[in-house]
């Protein structure tokens, strides 16, 4: 479904992106992991379109997408979820949710909208009319990643979706993504939170100084506390 082949990116004259090289098949969950600084978020930010300077290839279920703008990906099917969440203050939760409708040009039933996301984030059910930057940080998380999804993208980068949200919503979090891939959603997962991430991905890379330096099954590189230590403690 997604394939980065070769991705290199750079902030002025820093190489940050050092031939990169991942793929992602229909329905997995693929989590990068690293150190920080190690340029996991300037790797979704380059395959978004959001990082002016780069070159490789980026291709989504068959169309390339290297040289396209972000707001292009995300009208052929790739979302992205940043870590800041980017909710728009002064608008309500249906709103905000309205906006992911309108950003790829849905012209579908608003309620029928709102249905499905109830059963996916019944949490927002009970928020439509709050303002969504009044919520806590996980119910705006949620919020960030139900406004992705109201235009059916074929894959979603989630960038450190469990930072500074509550322990009691880290969990219902990761459920969530389960979810999600049970209903067919292609997913890549930036999270310093390596235990959680694991046990729900199909399998895993490292990046080290912007290069992948490993790539294994996610029940392996859960059982492997060396690699963990070296490649992704803080």
């Not at 109830?118 to 806590?136: C, H, I, V, W, Y």
């Not at 996610?218 to 803080?234: G, T």
Request: charged share 25%; hydrophobic share 40%; glycine share 8%.
């Amino acid at each position: 479904m997604l394939e980065i082949r070769d991705l290199h990116a750079w902030y002025d004259r820093s190489h940050i992106i050092q031939g990169v090289s991942l793929t992602i098949e229909q329905g997995e969950i693929v989590t990068l992991m690293g150190r920080n600084g190690a340029g996991k978020t300037t790797t979704l930010r380059t395959i978004m379109g959001l990082v002016s300077k780069r070159k490789g290839h980026v291709i989504l279920d068959g169309t390339s997408f290297l040289d396209m703008p972000a707001h292009q990906r995300y009208h052929l099917g790739l979302a992205y979820v940043p870590e800041d969440r980017r909710i728009v203050p002064g608008l309500t939760v249906k709103e905000n949710l309205e906006l992911g409708m309108i950003a790829q040009k849905k012209k579908g039933d608003i309620q029928a909208m709102l249905d499905e996301v109830a059963q996916t984030f019944p949490r927002l059910k009970e928020r439509l009319n709050q303002d969504g930057t009044s919520m806590s940080g996980g119910e705006q998380q949620m919020l960030a990643i139900a406004r992705a999804m109201v235009g059916k993208p074929k894959a979603i980068l989630l960038d450190e979706p469990s930072e500074g949200i509550m322990p009691v919503l880290v969990d219902e979090m990761f459920e969530l993504f389960m979810r999600m891939k049970k209903q067919g959603m292609t997913i890549l997962l930036v999270e310093q939170n390596v235990q959680n991430a694991l046990k729900i991905s199909d399998r895993a890379y490292i990046i080290d100084q912007g290069k992948i330096v490993f790539e294994d099954s996610a029940q392996r590189l859960l059982e492997n506390d060396e690699i963990q230590q070296k490649y992704c403690a803080v």
